[in-house]
C-alpha cells in the first residue's frame, strides 16, 4: 500500500489545498493530510478545528484521511509507513524553502521522497494568509475556500472583527 502525506499548516484549508490533497488521492493508495503544529505561530484555528474543517472538506475522497501532526513530519511519516510528502508548489518563490525541506526530511527519514505537483493555474495566488487576510476584512472569500467551511471562516473573522472593534472603542481617546 503507497501511502502518502500531505503537510501543512490549513489555517485554513483552500480550495488549493484541495486540488492537490484530490490529485496526490489519483497517484497514492492512501493520502494522509497532516495538520501541522507551529509553536511559532498562533494559528486563527485550533489544531482540533483544523482537522475537522480538513475532514470535512475531504470526506467524499475515500482515501482521504485528516489528522495531526505535532512532531517532525520525518518521524510522523515513518510511524504511518508513508513513501512519500506531497507539496503543491506555487511559483519560484516557494521553491527554495521546500528545496531546503525536502534536502533535510530526507536527510532525517531516508526513504522518504517530496513529491512536488504544480499547482493548478486557477489557485497560483491563493494562500491561507491571503484568505484570512480578506476575510478580516470582511471580504468574500467564497472563490478561496471550500464550501463546506465557507460559514466557519466567516463567522470565526466577524467574531475576531467586533472583538477588535469593541477594544478600539474602550481604548481611552488620546488628547494632544
Ligand atoms: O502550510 P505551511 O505552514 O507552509 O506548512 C509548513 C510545514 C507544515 C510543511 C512545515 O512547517 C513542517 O514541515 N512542519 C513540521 C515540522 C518539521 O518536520 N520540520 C522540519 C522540516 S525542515
Known amino acids: 500500500m503507497r501511502i502518502a502525506i500531505c503537510p501543512g499548516s490549513f489555517d485554513p484549508i483552500t480550495l488549493g489545498h484541495l486540488d492537490i490533497i484530490r490529485r496526490a488521492s489519483l497517484l497514492f493508495d492512501l493520502v494522509i493530510v497532516a495538520v501541522t503544529v507551529?509553536?511559532?505561530?498562533?494559528?486563527?484555528?485550533?489544531?482540533?478545528?483544523?482537522?475537522?474543517?480538513?475532514?470535512?472538506?475531504?470526506?467524499?475522497?475515500?482515501?482521504?484521511?485528516?489528522?495531526?501532526?505535532?512532531?517532525?513530519?520525518?518521524?510522523?511519516?515513518?510511524?504511518?509507513?508513508?513513501?512519500?510528502?506531497?507539496?503543491?508548489?506555487?511559483?519560484?518563490?516557494?521553491?527554495?524553502?521546500?528545496?531546503?525541506?525536502?534536502?533535510?526530511?530526507?536527510?532525517?527519514?531516508?526513504?522518504l521522497e517530496t513529491v512536488f505537483m504544480t499547482t493548478s493555474s486557477a489557485y497560483m495566488y491563493l494562500s491561507s494568509s491571503a484568505v484570512r487576510q480578506v476575510a478580516g476584512y470582511g471580504g468574500d472569500v467564497s472563490q478561496f475556500v471550500p464550501p463546506q467551511i465557507l460559514e466557519d471562516v466567516v463567522s470565526r473573522f466577524s467574531a475576531e472583527r467586533s472583538q477588535n472593534n469593541e477594544r478600539e472603542c474602550k481604548r481611552p481617546t488620546q488628547h494632544d
Not at 38 to 67: H, I, Y
Not at 82 to 89: D, E, I, R, Y
Not at 102 to 109: C, D, G, H, M, Y
Open 38 to 111: 507551529n509553536p511559532n505561530k498562533t494559528p486563527s484555528f485550533s489544531v482540533e478545528e483544523r482537522v475537522e474543517l480538513v475532514r470535512r472538506c475531504t470526506e467524499s475522497f475515500s482515501n482521504v484521511q485528516a489528522d495531526c501532526c505535532d512532531g517532525l513530519l520525518a518521524d510522523y511519516a515513518k510511524e504511518k509507513n508513508a513513501c512519500a510528502l506531497v507539496k503543491g508548489l506555487r511559483a519560484v518563490t516557494d521553491f527554495e524553502y521546500e528545496f531546503q525541506m525536502a534536502l533535510i526530511n530526507k536527510q532525517l527519514n531516508p526513504e
